[in-house]
Structure formats: C-alpha cells, structure tokens
C-alpha cells in the first residue's frame, strides 16, 4: 500500500471509514466509453493511477510504470495535455469531483486503472464516489491486494509470469466480478486454467469469464472464439480501438 501525506487546505472525511482522505498519484483523467469486458459501450469517467511493477511486454501503458518525483505536475497541466505523459498529479477524492465539474463530465461510472491501480488502498477514492452517486469499477492485475469499497466492481486481468514476478493473488480472484484475460497464443489459455484453479472449492459467486486477443490479432481472435464457445466464456474486444477513442 502506498501512503501519501493529505493536502492539509482539502482535508475531507469519508462516510464510510470516519477516517482522513488519503490522496493519489494520478497520470490521467478522461471521459470516454468503456472498450473491454462486462460495461463495453458504457459512458465512463477513466482516472489512471500511476505507478506499476508488474512489467507487461504487450502493455500499452509504459508510462504510466515508473513515479519520478521530479515528473510530479499541476492537474492543469496534465489536463490540458492530448499525449501519453510520465507526467503526474496528486488529488484527494474530493479533488477529483471537482476536477469531474470542472471539465463538465456527465458520466456516472469511474474506471479505476492503471498503472496497476491496487497498488493503492482504493478505500477512501471508491468510497467517496460511490457515495456521490457514481459506479465505480477497478481494473487490477490481481497481484495486489484489493482494497476498495464492498460494492465496487472488480475486474481483473490476472498477469501471469510477467516480468514483475509478482504472483495473482487467491483474494483477488475471490473479489473478481470478472476475469478478463489477454490471449495470443494456446499457453495463456492454461496459464488462465492454471489462474483459476485457485478458486476450487471457494463458494462465492463465481466471476464473469472474458478473453480478450491481443492487439486484435488473427490468430489470437479464433482461439478465443474458439475457447469461449467451447468453455461457454465471454469474448472482449478492444471496442474502443475499433472506433478510434481513446
């Protein structure tokens, strides 16, 4: 968990904890649809943390890795800018609704991701939101701990053998809402197989189970199409890769 002093001049208490309002290292935030998985098409507020050690080859994000003090920025700054950026800034959730009026975004679900968003305690960022009439939804590689508000929507991506050598936690799959795992080839079919063994013998709602082919290739598309009919999963595609939005 990373823990960061509070503004002193945005001091907030949550509803939900009674507890001071932590704040949070965010390199973006955007309005757009949800692309992947069970909200494809729904209008979303996207808040992208940074900071991630998990090391993905295929990862699309790369700069959102590293936390280089010195690349620390006002939100305006960010805000104003239309490129991927190391570049970030740190608000406290009440920060972030105004942030959300200040643009006049009108979506009513936040996507939390990364980065590896969980890297973060969630609680008090998912607590506030959800307590000012938003949705909220993680998108996590399940290889930290969750922490975030009980009714928050769970996705993860379980990163299997990445460089990072962290491994999927057995907690995080037992609070997954969905599974969503990118596949290129026949070995990330039993990598995942091999991910949800973890969850035998557990009598909690089973999640939500998504394949998603890397960069949308040929191959990737068949196998998963293939493996979704035949294990009765879901297919994601990258919907918003599709239709040119971010």
């Known amino acids: 968990m990373l823990s960061y002093p509070v503004d002193k001049s945005q001091i907030t208490l949550s509803k939900t904890t009674g507890k001071l309002l932590n704040t949070y290292k965010i390199n973006e935030v955007f309005e757009s649809l949800q692309g992947e998985g069970a909200h494809t098409g729904v209008p979303s507020i996207f808040i992208r943390l940074q900071g991630c050690p998990v090391g993905c080859p295929w990862c699309d994000t790369k700069h959102t890795w590293e936390i280089d ?13 239309n490129v991927d950026t190391e570049q970030w800034f740190e608000h406290t959730p009440k920060q972030l609704l ?7 975004y009108t979506a009513s679900n936040i ?8 890297m973060y305690d969630l609680t008090d960022l998912s607590s506030v939101l959800i307590e000012n009439g938003y949705s909220v939804q993680i998108e996590t590689s399940g290889t ?5 508000h009980p009714d928050t929507w769970v996705t993860v ?46 009598n909690t709602t089973k999640p939500l189970i998504y394949l998603q082919p890397i960069s949308q290739q040929k191959r990737a598309t068949e ?3 293939k493996t979704c009919i035949a294990r009765n999963w879901r297919l994601s ?3 918003h890769k599709f239709i040119g939005i971010e």
């Open 157 to 202: 991506s379980p990163k299997v053998n990445m460089p990072g050598k962290r491994d999927v936690l057995k907690s995080a799959l037992l609070r997954a809402n969905e599974i969503k795992h990118p596949v290129a080839m026949e070995k990330h079919i039993e990598e995942l197989d091999q991910v949800l063994t973890l969850l035998e013998g557990s």
């Open 98 to 104: 105004d942030l959300f009026t200040q643009h006049g």
């Open 111 to 118: 996507i939390l991701t990364g980065g590896e968003p969980c």
């Open 69 to 81: 003090l010195n690349l620390k920025v006002e939100a305006s700054v960010v805000m104003a800018q």
């Open 237 to 239: 595609l990258q919907t």
């Open 144 to 148: 930290y701990e969750i922490m975030a």
């Open 223 to 225: 196998l998963c199409i």
